[in-house]
């Protein structure tokens, strides 16, 4: 791990010695492993690109044999609707929870909390909000997104992603990994 200078900590991928950030823009992950790290199984993760929920900011498949690729912002949101899916919260207001991102932009996703009463999606930037909903006896459930965010970076710095720009594959820094360990020396 690294700082990345706000105070924050960054796992970083290898490359000819050199560190890349898994959450940068450079870097996209392929299906499986976008999937792994969001927690979703590989038909979920098509259903809901074919669907337009969640559909891959890099590179979008063009027919059979070409792979879509997904932008560490785009896996963050999947797990997001994981979670959402997982408490039961419905599609129809997930898609509205998403379309509100997109909209939005996805900036400072890491520093809201997303908050739900069963039929509506809230979106939090501070604790008093999130007091505010609750007191209302508006929230029921809530998904701090940048605890999300870590969780996603931690484990895509453990797996492979590819640079956007020249295809390269990006080694991820899971020291269990034999495969990875070879790929990461070699590499160096």
């Given at each position: 791990?690294?700082?990345?200078?706000?105070?924050?900590?960054a796992?970083?991928?290898r490359?000819?010695?050199?560190?890349v950030?898994?959450?940068h823009?450079?870097?996209?992950?392929r299906?499986?492993?976008?999937?792994a790290?969001?927690g979703?199984?590989?038909?979920?993760?098509?259903?809901?690109a074919?669907?337009?929920l969640v559909e891959?900011?890099?590179?979008p498949?063009?027919?059979s044999g070409?792979?879509?690729?997904?932008?560490?912002?785009d896996v963050?949101?999947?797990?997001i609707?994981k979670?959402?899916?997982?408490t039961?919260?419905?599609l129809?207001?997930?898609r509205?929870?998403?379309?509100?991102?997109?909209?939005?932009?996805?900036k400072?996703?890491?520093r809201?909390t997303?908050m739900?009463?069963?039929a509506?999606v809230?979106?939090c930037?501070?604790?008093d909000?999130?007091?505010s909903?609750?007191?209302?006896?508006?929230g029921?459930f809530?998904?701090?997104?940048?605890?999300?965010?870590?969780?996603?970076?931690?484990?895509?710095s453990?797996l492979?992603g590819?640079?956007?720009?020249t295809?390269?594959?990006?080694?991820g820094?899971n020291?269990?990994?034999?495969?990875?360990?070879?790929r990461?020396?070699?590499?160096?």
């Amino acid at each position: 791990m690294r700082s990345s200078g706000d105070g924050t900590t960054a796992s970083a991928y290898r490359l000819h010695g050199s560190s890349v950030d898994p959450t940068h823009e450079s870097v996209g992950y392929r299906g499986p492993t976008a999937c792994a790290a969001a927690g979703i199984t590989y038909r979920q993760l098509d259903y809901w690109a074919r669907t337009g929920l969640v559909e891959p900011s890099v590179r979008p498949a063009y027919g059979s044999g070409t792979q879509r690729l997904y932008g560490f912002r785009d896996v963050v949101v999947l797990k997001i609707v994981k979670r959402f899916l997982d408490t039961g919260v419905a599609l129809q207001n997930i898609r509205a929870a998403v379309q509100h991102l997109r909209d939005r932009g996805f900036k400072d996703l890491d520093r809201m909390t997303l908050m739900c009463d069963g039929a509506t999606v809230h979106e939090c930037t501070s604790p008093d909000e999130v007091v505010s909903l609750l007191q209302c006896g508006q929230g029921v459930f809530g998904i701090a997104v940048g605890v999300v965010w870590r969780d996603v970076e931690a484990a895509l710095s453990q797996l492979h992603g590819e640079r956007v720009d020249t295809g390269e594959t990006l080694v991820g820094n899971n020291p269990g990994d034999e495969l990875a360990r070879r790929r990461r020396d070699r590499a160096v």
